[in-house]
């Protein structure tokens, strides 16, 4: 097995107490390569011959913990040891908080070692309390039905509550690392053996577990590789959670597949101090490579203060893959990120929109690296699909193009009738390739859903739920079906309801919810729910009618505008705004609106 046995009697290493730290370094002897494994148990074996490693970062982005390949797999076969004389056996799953560090890295990997599925669940700085928290827990544990769950034990608090209610046990990651490594044998893998269970983030519909086989998994990873065309001194920079699929796949499980060395930033840790991040960019002497949703680079460029400080701090020159995903990319904001930073050296260039989802594994498209964002201005009205109202002036939106097909993936647009559509005409995305998902955990309705048979025996079909068009293999991204908003016959996206509001002053990206709702007259109509910082009342009535005519002036008609306190709005575990559970809570009172003066 690539150098190694699995029959090992391994034990936990202790971390690197009063030793000098060195991090793991960019480039290695051993030849990479770009996920070309049976199984994901072998691309760590074959990692852990290398040099490359994680690297744990505290708030500052001081490094804390240096963490190489071949301790990661040495740690993570005491565990899949612990798991097997614990009782846990193959397919059973296994719910783990996905705490960013090596616990939790052990822990997972222990598991596909010992043919368990892992389970990464959301960490509690997502929710609103404990509350809200337990409840989150407690719906996923119940869907995926774990023999176990196990937790950082600064939050036992929180996470053994929802294991109570669900019946099954809970355990420390902590108390499971202190217990004896029993020799055993391991279970073979296959290729087409589940390897994880991933939880959607329920953006717009109740979460499902995507079940990844490792032949997905590892196709998927090859795309990344391929895709962003690694080369030897790339490096690995993130803070994205590991419960969600861009931070799971793309920041954990690929940059082990594809041996690349990885420096690590705690998400709350980005989210107090979100400079650190780019202060970890700077500090590498190789080239970067590091994604963000949307809202993380407008995050950093609202940060600065002067660009005489950025180009003091930073050294943005060697960051070359500034990937971008997870949500709409929004052009105006990237383009305030080059603003700031392009005197610390960073180029548009670097710049790589992606499109996936946890249904495709991760990654459906990737840009050509060093194409930047490329965006088109397309009329509302087409993208809506309804007819131009010639008395008004024509709105145009920048619709970014996400770019080309991964490793073996294949791409339809596809109208109303199921009919495949030529370039430039807008539909919904459909795809198929071998990192599409087997289905969504013991729910076979919502599976045959969206996965479609093809005719030619091929595989499935998956229908993302989203709309968008091609141009010369190129693919562009316009909305989610399902959020389309139709009022009086005409199609209306929420996301120009919302970026059109966060273009008046004090707003911030993710301010502002749209919806259709029900009036008490049967008709539909538009609620726009708006996070207010204003305390004068008077102040508050000019800025409530400043928006009422904005919005009116984007639909034509009248809508409900609601202002409502600062941090109301709910978002999904992965940070983006959820509008479902928006109006969810909007209409079953649990988001109370400011009063305005009489």
């Known amino acids: 097995m690539n150098g190694f046995s699995r029959m090992t009697d391994a034990s936990v290493l202790e971390p690197n107490a009063g030793v000098a730290l060195v991090p793991t370094p960019n480039e290695d002897d051993l030849p990479r ?14 990692a852990a011959q290398g040099q490359r490693g994680m690297n744990f970062h505290d708030p500052r982005g001081t490094l804390k913990r240096v963490y190489p390949y071949r301790e990661l797999r040495d740690d993570a076969l005491a565990m899949a040891h612990r798991l097997i004389a614990h009782g846990i056996g193959k397919g059973d799953r296994v719910a783990l908080i996905a705490e960013t560090g090596p616990d939790f890295a052990a822990l997972f990997c222990g598991c596909i070692y010992a043919g368990a599925w892992p389970v ?25 039905d774990p023999v176990v769950l196990f937790y950082p034990a600064e939050i036992g ?7 109570e209610r ?10 499971f690392a202190a217990r004896p490594v029993p020799v055993c044998e391991l279970p073979a893998a296959s290729a087409d053996d589940i390897c994880y ?27 990344h590789g391929e895709g962003m065309e690694l080369i030897q001194s790339d490096r690995c920079i993130s803070w994205l959670p590991w419960y969600h699929d861009m931070g799971l796949v793309g920041c954990f499980l690929s940059v082990i597949a594809n041996q690349v060395s990885v420096d690590y930033l705690k998400t709350e840790d980005f989210a107090r101090r979100p400079l650190a991040w780019l202060d970890m960019i700077s500090r590498n002497p190789g080239t970067s490579a590091s994604y963000s949703p949307t809202f993380g680079y407008d995050i950093c460029a609202r940060r600065i203060s002067s660009q005489s400080h950025v180009s003091e701090r930073f050294d943005l020159s060697r960051w070359r893959i500034a990937g971008n995903g997870a949500d709409m990319i929004r052009p105006d904001v990237m383009q ?7 005197p610390a050296g960073f180029k548009a260039s670097a710049f790589l929109p992606s499109y996936g989802l946890a249904e495709a594994t991760l990654a459906v498209t990737i840009m050509p690296p060093g194409e930047g964002i490329r965006v088109e201005l397309v009329e509302e009205e087409r993208l809506s699909g309804t007819p131009r109202d010639l008395s008004r002036p024509a709105r145009y939106r920048a619709i970014v193009n996400c770019g080309k097909a991964v490793k073996d993936m ?29 289905g969504y955990f013991r729910d076979v309705e919502a599976t045959e859903a969206c996965l479609v048979p093809s005719a030619d025996g091929k595989g499935a079909w998956l229908d993302t739920g989203d709309m968008g068009y091609m141009v010369d293999g190129y693919l ?16 209306h996206w929420p996301q120009d309801i919302e970026w059109a509001v966060e273009q008046l002053p004090g707003f911030n990206h993710g301010d502002i919810a749209a919806f259709s709702v029900e009036t008490d007259s049967g008709e539909e109509s538009v609620a726009v729910l708006v996070h207010c910082r204003v305390s004068d009342p008077e102040e508050r009535q000019k800025l409530h009618d400043t928006i009422r005519d904005k919005v009116r002036s984007i639909l034509g008609h009248p809508a409900i505008v609601e202002l409502v306190p600062p941090r109301t709005l709910p978002r999904t575990s992965s940070g983006k705004l959820s509008r479902a559970k928006a109006k969810k809570q909007y209409l079953s009172g649990e988001i109370e609106p400011i009063r305005l003066a009489a």
């Open 33 to 46: 390569r770009f996920s070309n494994f049976a199984t994901f148990g072998d691309a760590l074996d074959y």
């Open 120 to 144: 990464p669940l959301p960490l509690p700085t997502s929710f609103g309390g404990k509350d809200a928290y337990v409840d989150q827990l407690a719906v996923q544990l119940a869907s995926s």
């Open 157 to 163: 608090a929180l996470s053994h509550p929802a294991a």
């Open 166 to 175: 669900q019946g099954c046990e809970g355990l420390s990651f902590e108390d």
């Open 197 to 223: 269970l991933q939880y959607s983030s329920g953006s717009t519909r109740f979460p499902h577990g995507v079940a990844v086989t490792h032949a997905s998994l590892l196709n998927n990873l090859a795309g």
């Open 336 to 342: 305030g990120f080059v603003n700031a930073f392009a």
């Open 410 to 438: 294949a791409l339809e647009i596809r109208g109303q009738s199921g009919e495949v559509l030529p370039d430039h005409h807008i539909g919904k995305v459909w795809c198929r390739g071998p990192s599409v998902m087997v």
């Open 476 to 491: 562009f991204i316009v909305g989610r079906a399902k959020d389309m908003i139709i009022i009086n016959g005409k199609n």
